[in-house]
């Protein structure tokens, strides 16, 4: 019974070592120490403790490393400070649980089975004398200091233990002071507005514009594009959607520049990288710069006589989609509400997938009616977590991620179909895309790595090669149909060959990479290394080397300058900053909440105050329908996911029809935050409210000036 309880024990402090060595071998050897030290630390502080103690410590362990897999599996990256945050959201937990099935159950049945067998009768070893036990750590760190700088070309994937990146991320955002980045202007490579390549074509035939945006969905997916890239994919792969397309013109190297939709949809809408941070979405600043929001696509093909129309399978305002779409030129917006035909099974984010092209069918047939070029974006919503798919159908595939893909794959190839039968596709410029990428286990750089298929009435090459990015794609679209773009845009059309490299950036996976026009790829980690090395693009698999330590420090300082100079090109002037995220909407409730994400009736996300700034806040609502028992809202506030509780608000009183409330209150930001988010919600049956107003006012530097 001693040997099973200690081998047990040792199995459990051991796990992500050897399940590292079954995959990895020894290739990873900095993420092996990493494992293995962490392990052994875990190991003499359980041998010390009783069985009881050794019980509450043990199992928080397992259910970390078994949390860190299942991410790992999902996004390719390991957990980080805000991560950990989750552990006080109940209700998120209570959501992220529900239907779980693991990546892994071999892992997860071992890890469990070891840690039930090692909690049988208390093991007890003469402790270690502090000085020798201190002195082996030091050890310990200072052999994982010398190696760091020889597995530097490694990512963070393979030089860190979930825990001690964890560790790590915390120094580096939490308790580290972080210091202001310099102003330094980006490449002006990276900016500009390049039109001067050849033309595939001397002018567009198509008359409507329809853009197909699919959640989270890389390249990697489309057979013919994987392969031009060098890579396979026997894993995931999306048949039906790339033989639906075989005479599309097809753009393999293109790149997402980060996660998050509404990000991408800026970047794709408005020819501008989004930000490279977690700061305020470029989308919500547009705000403080109208003229720049009217150089978005929807606005300039609408002032030249188009009618443009967004439409999404998700609440329109989760991310204030319904603010921000109308804002850059959108005439018509709508979301999950539009739909009539029920889902098949129960998604909290909105409309499945095959429901969702059967009704975008019915919206293009509506279109085709008027007298009018139309252009129409679409946003799927059924891969994203926790994905659209029933658990019967979910049983049959290697994960819930890839039945979701396959079911996408299984409804986006019938409507393309139609689109050709019914004749769309002779007059319309079609452009299926992602907002972002969920990445895959072939490496970091997948989460960068984006869609392009475009299908149009000419002929086009079937591969088209060089760098692309969603920066390009509003560029692209008026340099098709021959429009002027606005110098404000930066980008290169994907409807012209050059013969110069291409400077990108992006920030994915913990990560950012930027390629220079000199096909050189610097790639630098939250954690400060950063690798270079000759690269034709911004993304692939390349033998980088580690920087000399002056080197590297000069790089990643310049890097993160430039990049904060990109996320400032829209901020407003210091100490004065309004955002408005209401005007009137119309919010039909649900029965009963089920999510404080799916169901927020407003899309103030992952907003960013400063240091000793003040954030006034007015709200202004009425009940338009109410049920008997009234209506009843709630305010909760997050950051980086995390429930908020000490600031202060007013409460709602229950509404009933025709009343109508103002909340207004202040707090102070003594400490900055990142990824704050306001979440109002309520419940009512057969209940709608009006939001009259939901201001967010930021001053700067107000609590030192007072």
């Known amino acids: 019974m001693w040997f099973i309880s200690f081998f047990s024990l040792l199995t459990v402090c051991f796990m992500p070592l050897l399940w590292r060595m079954v995959h990895s071998g020894v290739s990873q050897p900095l993420g092996l120490l990493s494992d293995g030290t962490l392990g052994l630390l875990l190991l003499l502080f359980l041998t010390h403790i009783s ?13 970390f490393q078994l949390v860190a897999f299942e991410l790992m599996a999902a996004m390719q990256r390991l957990p980080n400070w805000s991560d950990l945050q989750y552990l006080k959201d109940l209700k998120f937990l209570d959501n992220s ?45 200072t052999g994982y200091g010398m190696l760091s700088s020889h597995s530097a070309h490694q990512g963070v994937l393979e030089r860190y233990s979930p825990l001690h990146w964890l560790i790590t991320d915390a120094l580096i955002h939490r308790f580290i002071p972080a210091t202001s980045p310099q102003t330094i202007p980006p490449p002006t490579g990276l900016t500009a507005l390049d039109l001067n390549g050849r033309p595939l074509l001397t002018a567009g035939k198509a008359k409507n514009v329809l853009v197909v945006v699919l959640e989270g969905i890389p390249g990697l997916y489309y057979p013919e594009i994987a392969r031009t890239m060098g890579v396979t994919s026997d894993k995931q792969e999306m048949p039906l959607f790339a033989a639906s397309t075989d005479d599309a013109m097809l753009v393999p190297d293109f790149a997402v520049h980060s996660h998050q939709t509404i990000r991408g949809l800026y970047a794709m809408l408005c020819g501008d990288y989004s930000k490279l941070s977690w700061s305020t979405p470029k989308a919500f600043e547009l705000q403080h710069n109208q003229s720049r929001a009217q150089d978005c696509l929807p606005a300039q093909l609408a002032a030249q006589g188009w009618s443009t129309h967004f439409l999404q399978g998700a609440n329109l305002g989760f991310m204030g989609k319904d603010r921000v779409m109308p804002m850059i030129g959108f005439q018509e917006v709508h979301g999950n509400e539009w739909f009539t035909e029920p889902n098949p099974f129960p998604f909290e984010w909105g409309t499945v997938d ?29 891969t ?49 895309t992602s907002d972002e990428s969920h990445g895959a286990n072939l490496g970091r750089w997948v989460s960068s790595w984006g869609l392009a298929v475009i299908l149009a009435p000419e002929h086009l090459p079937r591969i088209k090669h060089g ?9 692209s679209v008026l340099d098709y149909f021959g429009l002027q ?31 220079t026009s000199e096909n050189v790829l610097y790639v630098c980690s939250d954690d400060g290394l950063c690798r270079m090395g000759k690269a034709s693009s911004i993304l692939g698999s390349y033998a980088l080397q580690p920087l000399p330590r002056k080197e590297n420090a000069r790089r990643h300082d310049y890097l993160t300058s430039f990049s904060s100079t990109l996320d400032k090109s829209l901020s407003a002037p210091q100490g004065n900053r309004r955002l408005k995220f209401a005007s009137g909407e119309l919010r039909p409730l649900p029965e009963t909440m089920t999510s404080e994400w799916a169901d927020n009736l407003i899309g103030a996300q992952y907003l960013d105050f400063p240091k000793n700034s003040q954030v006034h806040v007015s709200i202004k609502v009425k009940a338009i329908d109410a049920s008997r028992n009234g209506i009843a809202l709630k305010l909760l506030f997050k950051q980086s996911d995390t429930p908020v509780n000490e600031i202060a608000s007013p409460q709602f009183p229950i ?20 990824s704050f988010s306001f979440h109002l919600v309520g419940e009512g049956k057969d209940s709608i409210i009006q939001l009259d107003e939901f201001d967010v006012a930021v001053d700067e530097e107000t609590i030192e000036n007072t």
């Open 655 to 674: 509404l009933y029809t025709g009343e109508e409330h103002r909340v207004e209150f202040t707090f102070d930001n003594p400490h900055p935050r990142q």
């Open 97 to 141: 649980m529900a239907g779980f099935s693991p990546t892994s159950p071999l892992l997860t049945g071992l890890l469990l089975t070891t840690v039930l067998l090692s909690l049988l009768p208390p093991i007890k070893l003469h402790p270690l004398p502090p000085i020798r036990t201190l002195t082996f750590v030091v050890m310990l760190a």
């Open 354 to 382: 095959s429901v969702f092209f059967h009704g975008a069918w019915q919206y293009i047939v509506g279109l085709q009616a008027q007298q009018q070029p139309w252009m129409l974006t679409l946003l799927t919503v059924g």
């Open 485 to 515: 773009p606005p110098s404000t845009l930066s980008g290169r059309s994907v409807f012209r060959d050059y013969d110069a490299p291409r400077e990108m950036i992006s920030y994915t996976a913990s990560e950012k990479r930027y390629h």
């Open 384 to 432: 994203h977590q926790p994905y659209a798919v029933s658990d019967e159908v979910a049983d049959h595939y290697p994960s819930k991620k890839a039945a979701a893909v396959a079911q996408l794959d299984q409804a986006l190839a019938p409507f393309i179909a139609q689109l050709r039968r019914e004749g769309v596709l002779e007059d319309t410029l079609v452009i299926i």
């Open 467 to 475: 760098g692309h990015g969603l920066v390009d794609m509003t560029a």
């Open 51 to 63: 069985r009881w103690l050794r019980i509450v410590a043990i199992l928080p362990w397992a259910i």
